[in-house]
Nanobody, 122 residues
């Protein structure tokens, strides 16, 4: 599975962005997809994940109520809608995939996209 993340950019605090993660290669519909982020000088952290069917989602407490993850298997795409953005959301955002496993651990994910920068100004 190859993953391509896009949709990042510069936005003011309180604004919104939608990230997309487009997959190619193997059958995508059996893969859990997660979004992670890494701020400068920080470790990579979990943001959100969606199950292979799209029916089960899970969020980090820091984004709960502001971010929404969803997927469209017909388009091999997973989205991360980010609302009410805060300066502390500034980071490089990565999408990742793992086959038939529900996990928040970065080390458990098999495939990774290249990352997209999100910058939130105050």
């Amino acid at each position: 599975v190859q993953l391509q993340a896009c949709g990042g950019g510069l936005v003011q605090a309180g604004g919104s962005l939608r990230l997309s993660c487009v997959a190619s290669g193997r059958i995508f519909s059996t893969y859990t997809v997660g979004w992670f982020r890494q701020a400068s000088g920080e470790e990579r952290e979990f943001v959100a994940r969606v199950s292979w069917s799209g029916g089960v989602t899970y969020y980090a407490d820091s984004v709960k109520g502001r971010f929404t993850i969803s997927r469209d298997n017909a388009k091999n795409t997973v989205y991360l809608q980010m609302n009410s953005l805060k300066p502390e959301d500034t980071a490089v955002y990565y999408c990742a995939a793992v086959d038939r496993t529900l996990t928040t651990l970065p080390g458990s994910y098999t495939y990774w996209g290249q990352g997209t920068q999100v910058t939130v100004s105050s």
